[in-house]
């Protein structure tokens, strides 16, 4: 390469400036390897969020050295700053190359048997004394096969629902938020409705940073005439190009969407024949458990929301009613409405209410169920829709919208894996925070966490830290990276290929699934999860003295063995992969699900007959055009939740009197182990630091650069102030990304009652000049 | 040498101007232009340095804000 550093660096300030703003600024190809110097390309998708980019992955000399957007892809070729320099995560000097045992405060290298041999030994001694005591915590990151194979194993095998995700930190909100409405998970809308809105309503997300190829194509709609509105206590880079930008007391956004949605009862902006024809009301009359769920009627609504006036609205959440006003009529009055949302959202105590609401406004104005009209949920990690919300390895769900806690449904998965009646039990399992706990308390003895890091990333991780410390349990962490602050707490540490060292299936956040080849062979000892998965299961089986029942359970030779299964496994469902075959998905540029036979192009949109959708006529076949057939027992109508205003958990108070929120940096990713290992992503972001406003310095005393103590009721930390205009009044951030600066040691763990997503974005601290 | 990734939001009708402002400045390369925002990049010595060329571009006419995105150091 003929490249100085300081060229490098400078390409990568402004592509980091032009993603922010949605310029099409490509990297020159002497940047990031040319194409002369690659022997082969690969197709595959981005290791990184939900966005889900189709790259090419180029090859020389069993190495990845240069990487392509996939121009016939959804992305057209793009990457974010991030994706360009994806190669220099596949080579990072702390690879996991060995199998690793703890002895005292050391790990010492072992054989794989000799690690497979003491791990079936620790679960299977487990399992004996209690089915209950065996655990897996698994991730959006892994592919679709693996998670579906730990399902069945977990699940279906050994009887037990301690089996849970990482989405359920990023996720569950939105995956509640779309059943309890639309009667199924995930978006009805795609990434091709941007193309057709004129009116984008974006709420707790900084698509800016966390999104940025997504966020290309708002700017590129906006530049076309399309209105931004931007509903964030922050003044992100994604809020600063936004028409109008509604800052809001942190975490009472509620009282802000049921103020939009009395605006448009009251301004007559409702499509009164769109709420006749589709839409149920309901309302929870006793929380329970079980909560007691009523169905009202129209005029209760409207009596519900009377209380909301912009007015009222404002003296809660502190936005100006007369940009309440203004945002409910853009909304309702513009040709078609996209909406986005991310964490912001999703990671609140009330994150399924909020997500209720933002589907509401939909619904009542009918901005739904044709190109750019649509209720879009982001994705913070590239399968945690396809493997694990669609898959089922949350602990209450079973594969492709079916349920734990439903007796037709386990009965269906018992049929389908051949299990004896049952066998899968009726009990949700506990999810990520309680299975820590679990884990902590000694009720779970034998622990497998794969493809994450909830060492660093569970909110007020130092309790939880501690507790997979315990001496007399057994935890195994299989990662490509050590240490990690998960692997470094580990009994027994199992190196993993990574990305493109071995092929298998992500799906994103439009349901497109895409298919990831494998490129290159994995470092030194390193092997494919789903291999030492097979392995271990048919020998834990065998030690139990199932043998034959493992050998019939986990008949499996390779990803594509278990892929066909789970095409068969979603057949009839709601979902429907039949047609998405391995052949074809090696040659398509990802497949939108539903796609019920293999000459079905796949389905863009959603319970729409109109706009493609051939599952509205095999479900509801008297629908005209729109049906929410998930919804069967509500007619297939969607409903509209009245959900009353309710603020975060841990409100600043006298002691406390700064909201700390939490989210990410464009330069990197979730817990850092990829990002922080690429030099000149790390150059550019090297460490943490809390973001405040001028006027809050001036309170607190400090200057950019200058050391200030956050400390909440859970932890402490010394950061970097930076004084700058992006946080509102009694606001700070802090960036997520950082293992020797955890802010996540302050963080709020309590959780919504509804999808177990802990309270990340919202709690409350003091600051002091450290 | 702090190498620095910044967005000019100008006024409508005021690229020209302030892009023939910019041009004037030595330390700053410019990258594209949307929308009434120029992607640049500012080259100086140190940290402190690039704040001075963004006070200094802030105060163009026809600048409605300076809005660093990344800033590194190239040791």
């Known amino acids: 390469m003929n490249i100085t550093r300081r060229q490098l660096l400078k390409y990568s300030a402004a592509l980091a400036a032009a993603s922010a703003i949605g310029l099409d600024l490509v990297l020159p190809k002497e940047l990031m390897g040319a194409e002369a110097d690659v022997e082969k390309w690969v197709k595959g998708v981005c290791r990184y969020c939900g966005a889900g980019c189709g790259v090419y992955v180029g090859v020389k000399g069993g190495k990845v050295v240069a990487i392509k957007g996939d121009k016939d892809n959804w992305n057209k070729g793009f990457l974010c700053l991030k994706g360009n320099f994806l190669p220099a995560i596949m080579t990072a000097p702390d690879r996991a190359k060995y199998p690793l045992l703890r002895k005292g405060n050391e790990f010492v290298k072992i054989s794989w048997k000799e690690a497979m041999d003491l791990m079936v030994d620790k679960f299977a001694s487990a399992y004996k004394a209690d089915p209950q005591s065996v655990a897996f915590y698994g991730s959006g990151q892994a592919y679709t096969e693996e998670s579906y194979f730990m399902n069945k194993v977990f699940k279906g095998g050994l009887g037990t629902n301690n089996i849970d995700g990482n989405p359920r930190l990023c996720m569950a909100s939105a995956a509640v938020g779309y059943v309890s409405t639309f009667g199924k998970d995930e978006p009805m809308g795609c990434y091709d409705d941007m193309y057709h809105a004129d009116c984008f309503f974006i709420i707790g997300s900084n698509m800016a940073e966390a999104h940025p190829v997504i966020f290309r194509i708002v700017n590129e709609q906006k530049k076309r005439g399309a209105k931004i509105i931007m509903v964030d206590p922050r003044k992100t880079l994604s809020a600063r190009i936004a028409d109008m930008h509604m800052s809001f007391i942190p975490g009472n956004d509620l009282a802000i969407m049921n103020a939009m949605a009395h605006v448009i009862v009251k301004e007559n902006l409702y499509s009164k024949e769109y709420v006749d024809k589709h839409l149920v009301f309901k309302k929870v009359t006793d929380p329970g458990p079980p909560p007691k769920i009523d169905k009202v009627g129209w005029d209760e609504y409207v009596q519900f929301l009377d209380e909301y006036t912009p007015e009222a609205a404002e003296k809660i959440s502190g936005c100006p009613k007369d940009d309440i006003i203004k945002a409910a009529r853009m909304f309702a009055q513009s040709k078609a409405t996209m909406s986005f949302w991310c964490m912001g959202l999703n990671q609140r105590t009330r994150g399924v209410w909020a997500n209720n609401l933002m589907h509401n406004l939909h619904l009542l104005t009918g901005q739904i169920n044709r190109p750019g009209a649509t209720s879009f949920s982001l994705t913070g990690q590239p399968n945690a829709c396809g493997g694990v919300r669609d898959g089922g390895l949350l602990s209450h769900l079973l594969p492709y919208g079916r349920l734990v806690a439903n007796e037709k449904d386990r009965g269906d998965m018992e049929n389908f894996w051949d299990l004896p009646a049952g066998r899968i039990q009726p009990k949700p399992g506990p999810t990520a925070v309680e299975m820590f706990r679990d884990y902590g308390a000694g009720k779970i003895k034998a622990m497998w966490i794969a493809c994450t890091n909830p060492g660093q990333s569970l909110p007020n991780v130092d309790v939880y830290r501690k507790g997979m410390e315990g001496k007399d349990t057994f935890l195994v962490v299989s990662e490509a990276y050590h240490p990690t602050k998960t692997s470094e707490l580990a009994d027994l540490v199992l190196p993993a290929a990574l990305w493109v060292e071995k092929d298998g299936t992500y799906g994103q956040s439009e349901r497109r699934y895409q298919y990831l080849e494998k490129a290159i062979n994995p470092p030194a000892e390193a092997r494919p999860d789903l291999d030492v998965m097979i392995e271990f299961s048919n020998k834990l089986f065998k030690a139990l003295g199932r043998e034959h029942e493992g050998k019939k359970l986990f008949a499996f030779k390779n990803s594509e063995d278990v892929w066909n299964e789970i095409r068969q496994c979603s057949k009839g469902t709601a979902y429907d992969f039949m047609g998405m075959t391995r052949a074809r998905m090696k040659k398509a540029h990802g497949i939108q699900w539903p796609c019920p036979t293999e000459d079905h192009p796949g389905t863009l949109r959603r319970y729409t007959a109109k706009h493609g959708d051939v599952l509205v006529k095999k479900f509801d076949p008297e629908a005209a055009d729109v049906s929410f057939y998930g919804a069967k027992a509500d007619g297939n109508k969607a409903t509209v939740w009245l959900r009353p205003h309710k603020g975060a958990a841990e409100p600043p108070d006298a002691e406390y009197p700064y909201a700390l929120t939490t989210g990410r940096q464009i330069e990197h990713w979730h817990t850092g182990t990829m990002t922080l290992n690429v030099p000149e992503l790390k150059r550019s972001a090297p460490s943490a630091y809390v973001e405040i406003n001028q006027r809050d310095a001036a309170k607190i005393g400090v200057k950019s650069k200058e050391k200030v103590r956050l400390t909440s009721r859970r932890g402490t930390i010394v950061l970097e102030a930076k004084v700058m205009d992006v946080p509102r009044d009694g606001l700070v951030f802090v960036p997520m990304h950082y293992p020797d600066k955890m802010i996540n040691s302050l963080t709020n763990d309590a959780f919504d009652a509804l999808s177990k997503q802990p309270e990340y974005k919202i709690c409350a601290v003091k600051i002091e000049k450290a | ?75």
């Open chain 2, 1 to 75: 040498m702090s190498i620095a990734g910044i967005i000019i939001e100008v006024q409508n009708g005021a690229e020209a101007s302030v892009l023939t402002g910019l041009a004037q400045i030595s330390q700053i390369s410019v990258y594209g232009v949307k929308e009434n925002q120029i992607v640049t990049v500012i080259e100086a010595d140190n940290a402190a340095s690039v704040n001075d060329t963004v006070s200094r571009v802030s105060l163009f006419d026809g600048v409605l804000g300076v809005y660093p995105v990344s800033i590194s150091e190239d040791a």
